[in-house]
């Protein structure tokens, strides 16, 4: 049962307002959960859960999603034994060639931008 709603509002929420939520209910044994957070939404799709809800601003982003899954979905794990992300090495500088190649691949995606948008007028 998919449904839609509308958030009537202009204001969209902060990245320290975006939340996700999990509950588990135990009469129907199955994961809940609601999420405002884009990569969780993401990450549910392409696990299988199941949608049930889409609500969207007034201008037609998403606002947030509602998913359902088997009591099997989740699992928990030993938080000692889970290893801490290492921080991410900087990368190095780009060479004027790299930099040249950039320019020029975002300038074909430019003109083939403006060419199908002539076709399709």
């Given at each position: 049962?998919k449904?839609k709603?509308?958030?009537?509002?202009?204001?969209?929420?902060s990245?320290?307002?975006?939340?996700?939520?999990?509950?588990?209910?135990?009469?129907?044994?199955?994961?809940?959960?609601?999420?405002?957070?884009k990569?969780?939404?993401?990450?549910?799709?392409?696990q299988?859960?199941?949608?049930?809800k889409?609500e969207?601003?007034?201008?037609?982003t998403?606002?947030?999603?509602m998913?359902?899954a088997?009591?099997?979905?989740?699992?928990?794990?030993?938080?000692?034994?889970?290893?801490e992300?290492p921080?991410?090495?900087?990368?190095?500088?780009?060479?004027?060639?790299?930099k040249?190649?950039?320019?020029?691949?975002?300038?074909?995606?430019?003109?083939?931008?403006?060419v199908?948008?002539k076709e399709s007028?």
């Amino acid at each position: 049962m998919k449904t839609k709603g509308t958030v009537s509002t202009q204001c969209k929420l902060s990245n320290s307002e975006m939340e996700t939520h999990l509950t588990f209910d135990l009469v129907d044994r199955k994961w809940n959960m609601w999420t405002s957070i884009k990569k969780d939404m993401n990450k549910a799709k392409k696990q299988g859960w199941t949608l049930l809800k889409t609500e969207r601003y007034t201008d037609g982003t998403i606002y947030s999603e509602m998913y359902e899954a088997p009591e099997n979905a989740i699992t928990f794990r030993d938080v000692s034994k889970v290893a801490e992300k290492p921080e991410r090495k900087p990368r190095s500088p780009m060479t004027e060639e790299q930099k040249e190649k950039m320019r020029q691949g975002r300038l074909a995606k430019k003109i083939e931008a403006e060419v199908k948008a002539k076709e399709s007028a």
